[in-house]
């Protein structure tokens, strides 16, 4: 390869690979994320999965997409695309409303043949002039014609070479951002590491795509994007709900306590699962049982067994472990709950995301059952809190539930892998010799914080049993008393706002003088940071308050949040959040910014709704 002189730098750049679910845009998407993040720069990707299974090919129902911000200062997937790839017309079609005014577009033009512009619902022959699209930003690629021809003599049928297209786009977008083809083929060679021959097929591709970059648009400039100085260490991209099984393995390895998953299959949670069921050669037991129900129980029972116990879902399956909820909260049993918020109700919106599960979190089961409710912010901080969530469990022997959502678990971050000493020993509060001799019982507790001590089956002169029943404060026999019951109604209610004395505080960030705050809670956090970044640039003072522990939530949030004349809680929800700290504060006027259309925010959309409401 020569190598290309005329070469612009940038500080980022928006790339939206889209084509059908076949096409393999997320395996291009995810090479191209992965090499960028080995090269120093910030990533932040979206996943744009279509709710059908199979829907027919070319159709613009079946379109899949991927979309990736790389550079310096990246927090969201970006609003607008710089660059769109579409394999097909009905990919142009459908996404032409992400790209920047101006964008470049790389299509397959073997693909504009009567059938398949009949199918995406075009009434011309040409879809570039019936979509308006400027010529001079369009390069069309004869895509199908050169990959026939670069592996012509590969021996692989015609099925097998179309397999390998998504390569070829993959080539191009390397040669427009100068990315590193070695990097690429060493990925490639990872991923088909037992099929050596479908290597070298795809690393043709690869350079077949450079080539034609190079060599047909050589007048055009390619661009390199810049990267911030980093944390010395080993990086690499991570999906939140990767981070999510790796933060339970590090929450197991310093508790001591062997990590047990039971789990149902559901999107966008099961990838959890997948991932843990690999690490059998760290000990991890995940185990996928018959229905949500069962998956709940296995954990509790586990939990009881002295394990680190998980179990994961989504918000139908959050409905259906409540009741077993209830049962781990009345036991007073270290459960952690991974929900994976999509749209809803029902089966809803199975591939897009929310935040409307966070009512069902809180108060989603019968009778006072309070447990901890805290929420990841990102695809790297869900590692962070799963090992958070799992902490609180064990060390206050409470339910957790972990809320994620399907923007952060499927979208991936640049992550540097930690060292074991960045996070701290979680200390189980067993129940000791001495305490067992002075007459303990199950529902003995430390008087600090309240937490009963754990017994582990086997602790000899510790055989007990919890249960759904209530127990006495005193004896921990089953008790039907009036007054006793609301003892301990109170008692567990306790135990879960003592916890806000093991959290950090809440950190304001943005412009300190501001009389506007922005209030956010879980995967929002990148958009609503660049929206605070940008109206402060351009002379509207905010501030940003971001909340991942939600219940209890931080001792000094309350104290913080009143100190602005504006509160303002944006969300992807009707307004959860922010009818939950309208309790809290009944004589603030909260303002709220929402959407539940299935995507995240643009981050134009809060900036927008932060002037209006200023403005009004």
């Known amino acids: 390869m020569l190598e290309n002189t005329n070469v612009k730098t940038l500080d980022s750049v928006v790339v939206r690979f889209s084509g059908d679910s076949g096409d393999g845009m997320q395996l291009a998407g995810n090479i191209f994320s992965n090499v960028s993040a080995g090269e120093g720069n910030e990533i932040s990707t979206f996943p744009d999965y279509p709710a059908e299974i199979r829907a027919p090919q070319g159709s613009l129902s079946g379109v899949s997409g991927f979309q990736v ?23 142009l079609k459908t996404n032409l409303k992400f790209l920047k005014p101006g964008g470049i577009i790389i299509c397959d033009s073997d693909t504009f043949r009567e059938a398949d512009l009949k199918k995406a619902q075009y009434t011309t022959s040409d879809p570039i002039a019936e979509l308006g699209i400027d010529t001079d930003r369009v390069m069309l690629v004869p895509m199908t014609t050169l990959l026939k021809e670069a592996l012509k003599d590969s021996g692989m049928d015609p099925k097998a070479v179309l397999k390998c297209k998504n390569m070829l786009a993959l080539g191009i977008v390397c040669w427009l951002f100068d990315r590193d083809v070695d990097a690429v083929l060493r990925k490639l060679q990872a991923k088909f590491a037992k099929k050596p021959a479908v290597y070298e097929a795809n690393a043709k591709v690869i350079h077949a795509g450079w080539d034609y970059g190079h060599n047909t648009h050589a007048s055009m400039p390619t661009y390199r994007i810049e990267t911030d100085s980093v944390k010395p260490g080993t990086y690499t991209d991570v999906n939140g709900n990767t981070a999510t099984a790796w933060g339970l393995i590090m929450a197991s390895e310093k508790s001591g306590r062997p990590l047990f998953l039971g789990s149902y299959p559901i999107t966008p949670a099961t990838d959890i699962l997948h991932e843990l069921a690999k690490r059998k050669d760290l000990g991890v037991k995940a185990c996928q049982m018959e229905d949500e129900i069962a998956g709940v129980c296995s954990a509790i029972g586990a939990s009881f067994a002295g394990n680190l116990a998980v179990t994961s879902t989504s918000g139908p399956g959050l409905a259906l472990k409540s009741e077993a909820l209830g049962l781990a909260v009345i036991a007073e049993l270290p459960l952690v709950a991974i929900d994976v918020q999509r749209g809803g109700p ?15 979190a809180l108060y989603g089961r019968n009778g006072e059952s309070p447990l901890c409710v805290v929420a990841a912010a990102s695809p790297t901080d869900c590692f962070t809190m799963a090992f958070e969530a799992a902490r609180i469990a064990i060390e206050h022997m409470t339910p957790v539930i972990l809320l994620t959502d399907a923007f952060i678990a499927n979208g991936s971050s640049a992550w540097r892998i930690p060292e074991e000493s960045d996070f701290p020993e979680i200390k189980p509060r067993f129940v000791s010799k001495s305490q067992i001799e002075e007459g303990w019982k199950p529902y003995s507790r430390d008087e600090k914080d309240m937490v009963r001590y754990w017994a582990l089956p086997g602790t000899e002169g510790a055989q007990h049993r919890v249960g759904g029943l209530e127990k006495d404060f005193r004896t921990s026999v089953i008790s039907t008393d009036g007054a006793n019951h609301e003892k301990m109604v109170m008692v567990r209610r306790e135990k879960i706002a003592r916890i806000a004395d093991y959290i950090p505080e809440l950190q304001i960030q943005g412009n300190p003088g501001a009389k506007t705050v922005l209030v956010g809670w879980g995967g929002t956090y990148g958009h609503l940071l660049t929206a605070a970044n940008e109206l402060n640039a351009e002379g509207t003072p905010v501030a940003l308050a971001h909340f991942r522990y939600i219940n209890p939530l931080p001792k000094n949030a309350l104290e913080e949040l009143g100190k602005y004349d504006n509160i303002i809680v944006a969300e992807l929800n009707t307004g959860m959040f922010a009818d939950y700290l309208q309790s809290k504060m009944p004589g603030c006027n909260i303002h709220r910014i929402n959407k539940i259309e ?9 900036t927008e709704g932060v002037k209006h409401i200023l403005n009004d």
Do not use: C, W, Y
């Open 598 to 606: 299935g995507q995240p925010f643009m981050v134009r959309e809060i």
């Open 346 to 360: 029902s089966t809803g919106l199975p591939t897009k995301t929310e935040q409307t599960d966070l009512m069902q």
């Open 69 to 91: 911000h790389i550079g310096k200062g990246v927090h969201t997937p970006g609003d607008e695309a710089d660059v769109l790839v579409a394999m097909n017309p009905a990919a």
